[in-house]
């Protein structure tokens, strides 16, 4: 079977991810919490499953015979080579407390290997894009990741775990950070972090305990931007960690946060 053209996927991805962002951006006022996960404070509302549901009935309804894994709805398989990463809404706390910085993330893989993604941020009006090897845009214009600096004059954005042990590492390591670069951010979706350093408006980006459904497709947009993306031992993105700079930024970041055991919770 021949490849599907990674554009055709994305368009398709796009079409999933503004019908799913406007479906959630118009339930966002007056919304409540559904359910919880890992902890009382890791929530799910009626929109993750709702929007999560529009999106899986546009991609399978295209092409049927593709696997996805989905945030809410879990794993299903499938036989073409395909599977959809989905995250209906990246940045569930701030779309329950009303804030704007929450995302739409869709990536497609083919046997593996992510090909095209996007990330949806519905109250910004803003459609970030990537497939492999062709750029990274924010509708439709070329994005690029900002220049290297010296750690000392980072932004440096980051995440937390929603279990306390973890948080307590996260804390830990955090305290040694901050005082080694220019500020950190917690935008609070993984997905906007990854956009925010394709476009330059922050220099790195690190957390652990990401699910490829959280970063599949910021990290390639992010990759696309020039932006070295990998775990914190070599290879793509894990669980365990996910960082991002550009080369020389990377290293030096790399080489503060090993030493922490920042991809482990104790
Ligand atoms: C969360 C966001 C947040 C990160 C959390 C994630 P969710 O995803 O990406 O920035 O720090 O660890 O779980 O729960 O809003 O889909």
């Known amino acids: 079977m021949t490849d599907p053209d990674p554009r055709v996927l994305l368009d398709l991805a796009v079409e999933a991810a503004r019908k799913?962002?406007?479906?959630?951006?118009?339930?966002?006022?007056g919304i409540s919490v559904l359910d919880t996960k890992s902890s009382?404070?890791?929530?799910?509302?009626?929109?993750?499953?709702?929007?999560?549901?529009?999106?899986?009935?546009?991609?399978?309804?295209?092409?049927?015979?593709d696997a996805i894994l989905g945030e809410e709805g879990g794993e299903?398989?499938?036989?073409?080579?395909?599977?959809?990463l989905v995250d209906p809404i990246d940045g569930t706390v701030n779309y329950l407390y009303g804030r704007p910085d929450w995302g739409v993330s869709i990536a497609a893989e083919v046997d593996g290997v992510v090909v095209a993604g996007v990330v949806e941020v519905p109250v910004r009006g803003l459609?970030?894009?990537?497939?492999?090897?062709?750029?990274?845009?924010?509708?439709?214009e070329?994005?690029?990741?900002?220049?290297?600096v010296e750690l000392g004059m980072a932004l440096v954005a980051t995440g937390f775990g929603y279990e306390s042990r973890r948080r307590r590492k996260q804390a830990e390591v955090l305290g040694t950070v901050l005082p080694r670069v220019r500020d950190i951010r917690r935008v609070g979706s993984a997905a906007l972090d990854l956009c925010d350093i394709a476009e330059g408006r922050v220099n790195a980006y690190y957390e652990r305990g990401m699910q490829p459904w959280d970063w599949a497709a910021g990290a390639l947009i992010a990759a696309e931007a020039g932006v070295r993306v990998e775990g914190l031992r070599g290879g793509p993105p894990s669980t365990d960690m996910t960082l991002a700079a550009v080369p020389g930024l990377f290293e030096e970041l790399h080489d503060l946060l090993e030493p922490l055991g920042a991809d482990t919770d104790g």
Request: proline content about 6%; charged content about 20%; cysteine-free.
């Open 20 to 29: 799913g962002g406007a479906l959630a951006a118009r339930g966002q006022a």
């Open 76 to 84: 299903a398989s499938g036989s073409t080579g395909v599977r959809w």
């Open 127 to 140: 459609t970030y894009t990537a497939v492999l090897g062709g750029g990274a845009f924010r509708d439709g």
């Open 40 to 65: 009382p404070t890791d929530v799910v509302t009626e929109m993750d499953r709702a929007s999560e549901e529009l999106i899986r009935g546009v991609l399978l309804g295209a092409r049927p015979g």
């Open 142 to 148: 070329p994005i690029a990741a900002a220049p290297r």
